[in-house]
């Protein structure tokens, strides 16, 4: 059988991770051989949808069952959609979690035992220790945005997108710059406007050029890893691999067309009308839009 462990390093004498789609490396193990493929994890730094990435990573080796410390609802449907069972609160060395395995003493997870983005933003934790509500309680992540303002100064950007923060008025004097929120949580200050339109408070001050310099390559690294599973799905379009595609639905009921999916997008495969609606040609099944949804209104289904 084909299992993969999420795990700290590229070996069997390595630890299990405790965070599923953030962890460092996957070890994709043949349980009759114990040989194993290391494989990096591509979306630990993804902003959102790493756990839905990740959990379709598994599915494309052929992986039945997954060994780790916690996995959040997003992969877990994923998981389902795919026929993979989760084994949840492993801890300890790899090699001895599989022999574990192996003789039956693991069962398989009725339900994910985090919330999403577990483990957005912090370091590992102890296996099997599940993170706690947000990893950054107290507000917005700093936005950035470039100014567009006449003139000398600084002007102040405005954030747009679920990412709250200051925005970074790269231009200035009187124009007000605009750019693009990053972070996950939205601003709690009083007069703080609702995603699509994000101010900063009053009191935001400027970005220092290191701090602008860190998030941009963060970003960068996102967007690189997103167009690889862009690319990967076009791929498998253009190879008629399409037989256990995922895609975004829409549950009207909870859907209350604030567009914040639309935004998300990357393949632009959203558009809005009574309630979001999802064009499955275009629709990559990437999960951005899933995480990213405040109402829950977005799933991931098989496309047949």
Excluded: W
């Amino acid at each position: 059988m084909k299992i993969a462990v999420t795990s700290t390093g590229p070996t069997l004498d390595n630890d299990v991770e405790a965070r599923f789609g953030r962890c460092a490396y996957f070890l994709i193990i043949d349980t009759d051989t114990m040989q194993f493929e290391a494989i990096e994890n591509p979306n630990m730094a993804l902003g959102g949808g790493a756990g839905i990435q990740s959990a379709q990573l598994m599915s494309e080796k052929g992986v039945k069952t997954v060994l780790t410390g916690n996995c959040g609802p997003n992969a877990f449907n994923v998981f389902g959609q795919a026929g993979i069972n989760v084994i949840v609160g492993v801890s300890g060395n790899i090699r001895k979690a599989v022999e574990q395995f192996k003789v039956g003493n693991f069962s398989s997870a009725e339900g994910p035992n985090v919330q999403s983005h577990f483990g957005v933003g912090t370091e590992p934790p102890p296996s099997g220790t599940p993170l706690s509500g947000s990893s950054n309680p107290g507000g917005g992540n700093p936005g950035m945005g470039r100014g567009m303002g006449m003139g000398g100064g600084r002007g102040m950007g405005r954030g747009m997108g679920q990412g709250g923060g200051r925005g970074m008025g790269m231009g200035g004097g009187r124009g007000r710059g605009m750019g693009m929120g990053l972070g996950d949580n939205v601003f709690t200050q009083p007069g703080a406007v609702q995603p699509g339109g994000l101010m900063p408070p009053p009191t935001a001050g400027p970005v220092q050029p290191e701090q602008e310099l860190a998030m941009l390559r963060t970003r960068a690294h996102e967007m690189g890893t997103q167009l690889k599973a862009i690319n990967a799905r076009i791929g498998q379009i253009e190879q008629g691999n399409a037989v256990s595609a995922l895609i975004a639905v829409v549950d009207a009921e909870k859907c209350t067309t604030c567009g914040l999916c639309q935004h998300v997008c990357p393949a632009g495969a959203i558009s809005l009308g009574e309630i979001a609606q999802i064009d499955q040609a275009k629709c990559t099944g990437c999960g951005l839009c899933v995480t990213e949804c405040p109402q829950g209104a977005i799933s991931l289904k098989k496309t047949s």
